[in-house]
């Protein structure tokens, strides 16, 4: 990912922080024929590994060799950024639009998992996850066995051993405090419901 200095993430409690709010992400494989392919998966980030699973039916996994590359793509809130909101749209005009956003890449290697207890494992991990705050937390063992064991035969494992994160805040630090200002500005009177939180994601730095 390409990441001038005053973009890059380097705090890691942050960057796991996010993916943890984050709580999916584009996984990532190339088929033999060199085809990139993508999926949009619920993850879990535990030590260097990541948890996920998909359909069975998906072929994506049918054309993973063990350990083969693979790449995670965790984003965060994106919006368009005016030049108009810029205060040196005034002073010379020099301006162009731009694009904010976080995003973090999981970069490793993978491995399919087809055991069944594995898989339990997993989602009732994920579920967890998920389900906690709620009054009354959903559980696997909320519905039939029979029906669970169906669920679990319809979807195959994925374990990723991360070898090297990225983490990107593009969050307009290379303009002036009034530009930043005027931005921020700008996002908070945006109808788009990220607008708002890229906004929030800028205010600590002014």
């Known amino acids: 990912m390409y990441t001038p200095s005053f973009n890059r993430i380097d705090d890691e409690d942050e960057i796991r922080r996010f993916v943890a709010e984050a709580r999916s992400a584009q996984f990532i494989t190339v088929d033999p024929d060199g085809t990139p392919v993508a999926t949009l998966l619920p993850v879990i980030w535990d030590g260097d590994v990541v948890l996920a699973h998909m359909a069975r039916a998906n072929p994506q996994w049918k054309t993973i060799a063990p350990d083969s590359p693979a790449l995670l793509i965790c984003s965060g809130p994106e919006a368009y950024i005016s030049p108009s909101w810029y205060a040196a749209k005034a002073e010379h005009g020099r301006v162009v639009p731009t694009w904010n956003y976080s995003a973090v890449h999981l970069s490793g290697t993978v491995r399919v998992r087809e055991d069944r207890d594995w898989l339990r494992d997993v989602v009732t991990h994920l579920t967890s996850v998920h389900e906690d705050g709620r009054d009354e937390p959903w559980h696997p063992g909320d519905a039939p066995e029979k029906y669970i064991e169906g669920q679990l035969a319809g979807i195959v494992g994925l374990e990723i051993t991360v070898s090297?994160?990225?983490?990107?805040?593009?969050?307009?630090?290379?303009?002036?405090?009034?530009?930043?200002?005027?931005v921020v500005d700008g996002l908070r009177a945006e109808p788009h419901y990220a607008a708002a939180e890229v906004a929030a994601a800028m205010e600590p730095g002014l």
């Open 164 to 182: 090297r994160v990225e983490g990107k805040a593009k969050l307009s630090q290379n303009r002036s405090a009034a530009d930043r200002r005027g």
